[in-house]
């Protein structure tokens, strides 16, 4: 379907987009300029000097942890030895000689240089002290709120827009069994997609080796990272159904369809609707009144969305100046990037390689000009980027696609189920980043450990919510299936929050050439 926009409404198009592409530019400046200072206006150097206190714990754990499992091993290696087992007894032995380097390393190496830097924190927060950051703090105060009122903004009619969107995407279908092929269809794309792009991000990885010599003298796990160390995909795939333990709002089937409501609890929404809207499509005459009212509210709330859109650009400026501010400012953030740089640029060539598999997939399956439909989706993408957050992005979304020429019905189905489900960054990134990590430990992986790794990171981000960071928390799945330590994960943390938005920007993407699929499917069988 050909886009029959007036010239007028891609005028206005073009001017939005390039309002927030000044607005990201500022932020940008602000936050590169000016991110040092409030961020010690924001007790940052006494955050940062807690940080490495617990850094140094952490790393005498580890180094204890480890030099315990090499007592376990030689043990293991000397039985192995005497039974006559030469190869087990000599495995045994080098992984034992793998741990003591390790331990060394943490106790002789890690935690002297972390003390180190706990001296020269202490000189900045006595500087901090002594210094007037009143100006400092009043223009973070006010650049924070830029970008919180717009996710609240954004968040706020994210449920309204799911559940009204997909009780309209269903019912347009007509005869319910349209729905399990539509299904069928979307589901698959999501399926191949993902794979692909963890098939990308393996090949990637072991041919640059980004995490040989790799420094992670300064990372520190945070303790909810750790404590899902055992989890398992098995355990993610039941906890997305059923929902955590002892609260009702969670899961595919909560116990209480509001309290998900509250919690942003966007599968749930998705499945009460799917059901809703089917039983509505059954009804014939008596479900007509209702399915009028949805169609009104969707309108509706549509129609809100378009005024939120009006305030991206202030929203942008704010979200990308406050998270370059409090990773310490544009020189913090350009240190870290320098130490983990090959792994940086292996992600990103990853995404912008898939970025043209989906480019191609579009023109092949939807009959779309990819450049064209880059430009009509450019909007989303850039509040993708700035929000890090595909559920916060998925109003601006279906308003990208829709004024792309996708159907209502097309999109009120695949977006919001895409922005759930579907993440092509996301299962390219915990890929990249658990062969990352063992590349650093010098732990290598055989053909079967990397097969693990392509099935967990597949299904791993399926359970990954539409949320900011979410993909560090499924990645211990990743690492768990394998046997790699968890305390990897903290060489990543600095940057991963830039390569977050990265593949938020790709996750968005993908949903939307799903949908542009989906539509001409639908166009092609008349329905």
Known sequence: MNDKRPTSSKSGH?????????GIMLGVGLGAGYGHTMWMASGGPQRKLDQFHKTVRQKIAFAADAEMQRDRLQQKA???????RRQEAQRLGEEAGRLQTKADTLRRVHVPAIRAEIDRTKAVVGQAAQTDLTTARTVLVLVRFCGDVFLRMLFVIVIPLVVTSMICGITSLGDIRHMGKVGGWTLAYYFATGAAAVTLGITLVSIIEPGSGADDTFAYVSENVMAKQQTTVADTLLEVIRGREGDPG?????????LAASQTNVLALILFALVFGGAL?????KGKPAISFFRAVNDAVMKIVRLII?????????????????????GAFYVELQRLGWFFLTVSLGLAIHLVVLCIVLAVFARRNPLE?????ARALLTALSTDSSSATLPVTMECVEEAGVSERAAGFVLPLGATINMDGTALYEATAAIFIA?????????AALVIVFLTATLAAIGAPGIPSAGLVTLIIVLTAVNLPAAGIGTILAIDWLLDRERTSINVFGDAVGAAIIDRYLSRNNT
């Not at 499509?281 to 005459?285: D, K, N, V």
């Not at 590349?439 to 053909?447: E, K, M, N, V």
Request: no cysteine; charged share 5%.
């Open 281 to 285: 499509s059954t009804l014939g005459e």
């Open 310 to 330: 009006y305030f991206t650009p202030i929203g942008v400026f704010g979200l990308v100046a406050t998270q370059i501010a409090d990773s310490g400012g544009g």
């Open 250 to 258: 969670s899961g595919m089937i909560p116990a209480n369809i509001f």
């Open 439 to 447: 590349q650093s430990a010098g732990i290598p992986l055989s053909g």
């Open 373 to 377: 439909y880059l430009y009509a989706m």
């Open 14 to 22: 073009g001017l939005g987009l390039l309002s927030i592409l000044i």
């Open 78 to 84: 000397r039985q192995a030895a005497a039974a006559g």
